[in-house]
Structure formats: structure tokens, C-alpha cells
């Protein structure tokens, strides 16, 4: 059953990762609630940094879907802890770049949590 619900939300956090990294290419001007103050989110230059992140965040997302999908929970298990990676580093930019901390922790520090939880009950299932 626990494996059951941490695979369901393993699914969730990759669809919303690729949902994430789509959402840079039709709305940049969102890549402000990333956290980082002063983004300068109508600059043609800083679009294809964007693009650069979303492209990342896609590929990010597909992974985590085709481990799921063809991959053993326990796999599953050690990408979800080894993605957990990636919201670390998020919100360790957004602390440097003296962002809104409730957006580093809040939104990224929650997302490494969630993720370290869903890897951890995927290894002990």
C-alpha cells in the first residue's frame, strides 16, 4: 500500500516537473515565483535562460515517468532520493540571491522534503 501511494506521488512530481518546464516557454513572466528577486523576465536574453531551465525541468520530469514506468520501485527509489538533488539547489540559489526564504523553503525545501519521503518509502517497500 505504501509503495502504492509513493509511486502515485512519484507520478505526480514528475508530470508537475514537466508541467513546470513547459510553463517557461508559454509564460515566462511566472519564472519570478522561482524566487530570485529582480528577474528580469521581459529580457529576449534571459527567455532562453529560461528555456535552458525548462528544458531541464522537462527532461527532469520524463525521467522520473520512465523509471516509473519501466523501472522497479526501488529504482524509482534512488532516482526520486538522487532528484531530490535538484530543489536543494534551487532553493540554495534563491537563499544566495537573497530571495523570499518562504520561497526557498516553502516551495523548493518542501519539494526536497516530499521527494526524499517518496524516494525513502519506495527503498523500504
Known amino acids: ?7 502515485v506521488l512519484a507520478a505526480l512530481i514528475g508530470a508537475g516537473v514537466v508541467f513546470m ?3 517557461f516557454f508559454w509564460a515566462p513572466q511566472g519564472a ?3 524566487g530570485i528577486p529582480d528577474t528580469p523576465t521581459g529580457d529576449r536574453t534571459f527567455h532562453a535562460w529560461l528555456a535552458v531551465k525548462g528544458v531541464r525541468d522537462i527532461a ?5 515517468l520512465i523509471v516509473l514506468i519501466g523501472g522497479t520501485p526501488h529504482l524509482l ?3 526520486m532520493l538522487a532528484a531530490s538533488a535538484i530543489p536543494v539547489g534551487d532553493a ?15 516551495v523548493h ?4 522534503v516530499v521527494m526524499l519521503a517518496i524516494g525513502a518509502l519506495l527503498l523500504i517497500a
Open 1 to 7: 500500500m505504501t509503495s502504492n501511494i509513493a509511486t
Open 21 to 23: 518546464g513547459t510553463s
Open 32 to 34: 519570478a515565483g522561482f
Open 60 to 64: 527532469s520530469g520524463i525521467l522520473i
Open 77 to 79: 527509489g534512488w532516482v
Open 92 to 106: 540554495s540559489i534563491v537563499l544566495r540571491s537573497k530571495g523570499p526564504k518562504a520561497v526557498a523553503y516553502g
Open 109 to 112: 525545501g518542501a519539494t526536497a
